[in-house]
């Protein structure tokens, strides 16, 4: 496990070294991570054989709630970087404190989100629904409600544990939450015994069973595991809100999460919009949306990993230490990027038939593969910069990066292509494939506005020490 002495060497390390820390507190971060993707392809496969009505509304509806959740995780998620700087400064009592503000600060966010979820009318509005397909989402919908809070404070669990080098305790919870999904969904959508089958609907109520049942074993681990003693998270009542700590995290936070929003919202509105084109359409289009989910895992893996130890070195003082982990940890997700999308480009035709077996669906989707490669080197690019930057706790102009470039390039460029159908463009970038087109060109843009960024942000800090 890395520790605070590790970081304070001033002398930067290797690409092999550093590479080799990444990867330790990478690895148990992507399979975390794939554990909870898996959530949403099971659902996706099930309710793919179950009936194409319920995986439009899957589509709709789990649009809705990775706008609202993804959202409201960034800001609690502020919690990393100032944990990670107070434990590579040994602060640890006050690092203890830091997981007090952000349950506070949770749970406010969970009644703006919570009530979003169980009102869903405005993502309706903006998919243009059936009425068939809108019941359906909304009883998808109203259990992913239920499921917020839990989800929320998990997020604060999480953030915590990887900010101090503690990934597994993490992992083990959300292998843990898939082993209980996937029976779970199975039985509650398709009917088993006296259950009769409630398609879409059962994966919402699957999901918040699930996420509640990890937040209970979560405040287990806090009370027996003796790591977490020096910390006094426990054993001294939740303390109550502090204004400085509430007003530090959000400060962060809110910028955070509006980035996250803002890349989040610029994919997921695909969605909506692409439903009013027909329900094949956005069926293919939840397919390649998953595939892209997946194959993100890794470098969000990786950028967490990298931003946590660029944290603990600026909090022992390592500026250099912290320049060269967060240029190392960028060129290996990108370099793994560029292969990984090689492969799902030329193995495309078979990963369609995992997720579908009518054939309209796969042709709807097969064309949208084409961009996946290209889509994910910027995903990628974009994803390592910004989490480098935010172990900075610098959030505000990466802000203004994402609204430029994933909303105005991105996702308007999209809905010009899709439906204004200019003349100088191919018919092959209408419909769907235009708002796939377009949005590989916005991270391509976001990622390039990022990594200068951090050029400028980490010259900057060589010349003040930590």
């Known amino acids: 496990m890395p520790t605070a002495e590790a970081v304070q060497d001033q002398a930067p390390r290797r690409l092999a070294d550093n590479a080799r820390g990444i990867a330790r507190l990478a690895a148990p971060l992507l399979l975390g991570q794939l554990a909870v993707l898996a959530f949403g392809t ?14 439009a509304a899957l589509a709709v509806g789990g649009a809705a709630y990775i706008t609202v959740f993804i959202g409201l995780m960034g800001v ?20 203890g404190a830091q997981l007090h503000q952000a349950v506070w600060l949770a749970l406010g966010l969970s009644v ?47 953030g915590f544990n990887t900010a101090v080098s503690r990934p597994k305790a993490v992992t083990v919870l959300q292998i843990g939450g898939l082993a209980l999904k996937v029976p779970l969904s199975f039985a509650l959508v398709y009917g088993v015994g006296p259950l009769a089958p409630m398609g879409v609907a059962g994966c919402g109520i699957a999901t918040a069973i699930v996420m509640w049942a990890q937040l209970i074993a979560a405040f ?30 959000l400060k962060l936070g809110i910028p955070m999460g509006l980035s996250i929003g803002i890349e989040v919202t610029g ?9 009013r084109i027909s329900p094949t359409a956005v069926a293919g289009h939840q397919i390649a949306a998953n595939l892209v989910a997946l194959m993100y895992m890794l470098p969000l893996a990786l950028a967490n990993a990298t931003s946590t130890l660029v944290a603990q070195a600026i909090g022992a003082g390592a500026m ?26 030329a193995g495309r035709h078979g ?18 593969l084409t961009w996946v490669a290209v889509f994910h080197l910027g995903d990628a690019a974009q994803c390592l910069a910004s989490f480098i930057l935010r172990a900075y706790r610098i959030a505000t102009v990466p802000l203004v990066i994402y609204a430029s470039a994933i909303w105005g390039v991105g996702l308007g460029g999209g809905y010009w292509l899709a439906f204004g159908q200019p003349a100088w463009a191919p018919e092959a970038l209408y419909g769907a494939r235009g708002f796939w087109s377009a949005a590989t060109v ?21 010349g003040r020490p930590g």
């Not at 967060?326 to 990027?337: E, K, Q, S």
């Not at 990963?351 to 064309?367: E, G």
């Not at 991270?443 to 800090?461: E, F, H, I, M, S």
């Open 267 to 275: 994919f997921t509105f695909m969605a909506f919009f692409i439903s």
């Open 220 to 249: 287990v681990l806090l009370r027996r595991d003796p790591f977490y003693r020096p910390f006094r998270i426990l054993g001294r009542g939740l303390l109550p809100p502090s204004r400085p700590a509430l007003v530090a995290q």
């Open 442 to 462: 916005g991270l391509l843009t976001a990622a390039a506005g990022l990594c200068l960024l951090l050029g400028w942000v980490q010259r900057k800090r060589l």
């Open 320 to 345: 250099r230490q912290a320049r060269r982990l967060g240029w190392h940890g960028l060129g290996i997700g990108l370099g793994l990027a560029v292969a990984i999308g090689l492969l799902v480009f």
């Open 112 to 158: 703006l989100g919570s009530t979003l979820l169980a009102f869903p009318q405005p993502f309706l509005w903006l998919s243009r629904a059936e009425p068939a397909v809108a019941d359906k989402v909304h009883s998808y919908t109203l259990a992913l409600a239920v499921s917020l809070p839990a989800a929320l404070l998990f997020t604060a669990y999480r």
């Open 42 to 55: 099971i659902d996706t496969m099930l309710v793919a054989r179950y009936a194409a009505a319920d995986l």
């Open 76 to 95: 609690v998620l502020a919690l990393g970087p100032i944990v990670g700087q107070l434990y590579g400064a040994r602060q640890l009592e006050q690092a």
């Open 351 to 368: 990963l369609v038939r995992l997720y579908a077996s009518d054939p309209v669906i796969i042709a709807a989707a097969l064309p949208l």
